[in-house]
């Protein structure tokens, strides 16, 4: 086996594992294990040459979710992994950074350890929050909000159409969980209000009797439990909906027939997504529905169109999303709905300001930070207040990252390859073998 055989199935373990690696040799005539490929990834030594590195991201990553973490750093300009920490405390991001004097910039997301490590071990590099988790924790804030408001944003949406409503009531289906959400509203606020006299997190544990992480929760969300949705994804007839629709309006009723035709049309689900949707749509018994079965089918399709009084409802979350997105993110049917929800002064107050930090975040105003958080004081609306009241906390980082160009975006694109890398190894993602093929790519 010639020397640049060797290094080519070395390069390729490095990028595509061990046992990619003992396929692709097996091509080539080498028939070595997969072990061997992994003994010899593991006797190499990382060859970096000195680099002088001046922008830097700095992210934490998995290496057991929820117990074990990491730290990777990588160079802004390059975009290339530079170094992976063990943990993801200050100090190790200290030992590290001592070791680099010459950086310059610091890019992170909002946890205070990165931030005490920057602070310690690079006091000279401007530090830079992350845009995208400012605007995820603005976003949450102006959700707190709409759940303050609940309440006044109902006669704001009733709006009476014939006999549609809209509102933001619970819809039957939230009706039957609506109990144990009262009881953990109930349990929130008791935890919130034992912590706010002064109570110690262990002896509110001991006294209620809870786990200690829901004493923790109740105190973030301030007694208030937040019920959120995830919006259903489109499903796999959605594109060819449209073309569905046209055929059946022509006169189609073929449900079999209208599967083939989709099938042209590139459609690759099964005929029983079709064969549902005709069923909904049906009036009359298919053609090919047995004789005995007929008299059921049409009673069984006179029950189901017995109109039903239905209440459309719109969550809070869709509504902390509407009054979030900028006028040039807004459909033009959303037009009408949003004007209703602005009727409700302070969410008009509450959507100006978010729309203003946006902005302000989007353009790098900086300039214009100090007025903002006059504002936001002034405005009397906790959420965004509390929301504020952090980032005053950071600093010089919150100016940075409203000013200058440099993101922790690159960073989560390396993490979300070391992913990739770590999944690609199963169960030998050891921190040895996960930092040479993170650092050797």
Same mark, same amino acid.
């Given at each position: 086996?010639?020397?640049?055989?060797?290094?080519?199935?070395?390069?390729?373990?490095?990028?595509?594992?061990?046992?990619?690696?003992?396929?692709?040799?097996?091509?080539?005539?080498?028939?070595?294990?997969?072990?061997?490929?992994?003994?010899?990834?593991?006797?190499?030594?990382?060859?970096?040459?000195?680099?002088?590195?001046?922008?830097?991201?700095?992210?934490?990553?998995? +290496?057991? @979710?929820?117990?074990?973490?990491? /730290? %990777?750093?990588?160079? !802004?300009?390059?975009?290339?992994? $530079? =170094? +992976?920490? @063990?943990?993801?405390?200050?100090? /190790? %991001?200290?030992?590290? !950074?001592?070791?680099?004097?010459? $950086? =310059?910039?610091?890019?992170?997301?909002?946890?205070?350890?990165?931030?005490?490590? !920057?602070?310690?071990?690079?006091?000279?590099?401007?530090?830079?929050?992350?845009?995208?988790?400012?605007?995820?924790?603005?976003?949450?804030?102006?959700?707190?909000?709409?759940?303050?408001?609940?309440?006044?944003?109902?006669?704001?949406?009733?709006?009476?159409?014939?006999?549609?409503?809209?509102?933001?009531?619970?819809?039957?289906?939230?009706?039957?969980?609506?109990?144990?959400?009262?009881?953990?509203?109930?349990?929130?606020?008791?935890?919130?209000?034992?912590?706010?006299?002064?109570?110690?997190?262990?002896?509110?544990?001991?006294?209620?009797?809870?786990?200690?992480?829901?004493?923790?929760?109740?105190?973030r969300c301030q007694g208030q439990v937040f019920r959120r949705r995830h919006a259903?994804?489109?499903?796999?007839?959605?594109?060819?909906?449209?073309?569905?629709?046209s055929r059946w309006d022509a006169g189609c009723r073929n449900a079999s027939q209208?599967?083939?035709?989709?099938?042209?049309?590139?459609?690759?689900?099964?005929?029983?997504?079709?064969?549902?949707?005709?069923?909904?749509?049906?009036?009359?018994?298919?053609?090919?529905?047995?004789?005995?079965?007929?008299?059921?089918?049409?009673?069984?399709?006179?029950?189901?169109?017995?109109?039903?009084?239905?209440?459309?409802?719109?969550?809070?979350?869709?509504?902390?999303?509407?009054?979030?997105?900028?006028?040039?993110?807004?459909?033009?049917?959303?037009?009408?709905?949003?004007?209703?929800?602005?009727?409700?002064?302070?969410?008009?107050?509450?959507?100006?300001?978010?729309?203003?930090?946006?902005?302000?975040?989007?353009?790098?105003?900086?300039?214009?930070?100090?007025?903002?958080?006059?504002?936001?004081?002034?405005?009397?609306?906790?959420?965004?207040?509390?929301?504020?009241?952090?980032?005053?906390?950071?600093?010089?980082?919150?100016?940075?990252?409203?000013?200058?160009?440099?993101?922790?975006?690159?960073?989560?694109?390396?993490?979300?390859?070391?992913?990739m890398i770590k999944r690609q190894m199963y169960g030998r993602a050891n921190f040895?073998?996960?930092?040479?093929?993170?650092?050797?790519?």
């Amino acid at each position: 086996m010639t020397q640049r055989l060797i290094k080519a199935l070395k390069e390729m373990a490095l990028e595509v594992g061990a046992s990619a690696d003992r396929r692709v040799g097996q091509i080539w005539g080498v028939e070595r294990s997969r072990t061997l490929y992994l003994r010899v990834m593991r006797r190499m030594t990382l060859t970096q040459q000195p680099v002088v590195v001046k922008h830097v991201g700095v992210d934490d990553f998995a +290496l057991k @979710r929820g117990s074990l973490y990491g /730290t %990777l750093i990588i160079d !802004l300009d390059t975009g290339k992994p $530079i =170094e +992976l920490l @063990r943990d993801r405390t200050a100090t /190790t %991001l200290v030992a590290w !950074l001592k070791q680099h004097p010459e $950086i =310059e910039v610091a890019a992170r997301d909002r946890s205070t350890e990165y931030a005490r490590g !920057l602070s310690e071990g690079a006091p000279q590099a401007q530090q830079v929050l992350d845009r995208w988790h400012l605007v995820k924790n603005l976003r949450e804030a102006l959700e707190r909000e709409v759940q303050r408001h609940r309440e006044d944003m109902n006669s704001a949406l009733v709006v009476e159409e014939g006999h549609t409503v809209l509102s933001l009531r619970p819809s039957s289906s939230e009706r039957s969980s609506q109990e144990a959400l009262e009881r953990k509203r109930a349990q929130y606020a008791d935890l919130y209000s034992q912590f706010q006299q002064g109570k110690s997190i262990a002896a509110i544990v001991r006294a209620a009797d809870v786990h200690r992480a829901t004493v923790h929760k109740a105190i973030r969300c301030q007694g208030q439990v937040f019920r959120r949705r995830h919006a259903r994804p489109s499903g796999i007839l959605t594109p060819f909906r449209e073309m569905l629709q046209s055929r059946w309006d022509a006169g189609c009723r073929n449900a079999s027939q209208l599967y083939r035709e989709l099938v042209q049309e590139g459609y690759a689900g099964s005929s029983r997504s079709v064969i549902l949707w005709a069923q909904e749509r049906r009036e009359v018994p298919a053609p090919t529905t047995p004789g005995p079965f007929r008299a059921s089918a049409m009673r069984n399709r006179e029950a189901e169109t017995v109109p039903q009084n239905k209440t459309p409802v719109m969550t809070v979350k869709s509504a902390s999303w509407l009054l979030f997105s900028l006028p040039d993110e807004v459909e033009e049917e959303q037009n009408g709905l949003l004007e209703r929800l602005r009727t409700c002064p302070p969410l008009q107050k509450a959507q100006e300001l978010v729309h203003t930090f946006r902005v302000m975040l989007r353009y790098r105003q900086g300039k214009d930070l100090p007025h903002w958080l006059n504002a936001v004081q002034a405005s009397g609306l906790k959420d965004l207040m509390s929301f504020a009241k952090g980032l005053q906390r950071e600093g010089s980082a919150l100016l940075a990252a409203l000013t200058l160009p440099y993101s922790n975006g690159p960073t989560e694109g390396a993490v979300n390859r070391l992913k990739m890398i770590k999944r690609q190894m199963y169960g030998r993602a050891n921190f040895d073998l996960l930092r040479i093929r993170v650092l050797s790519g």
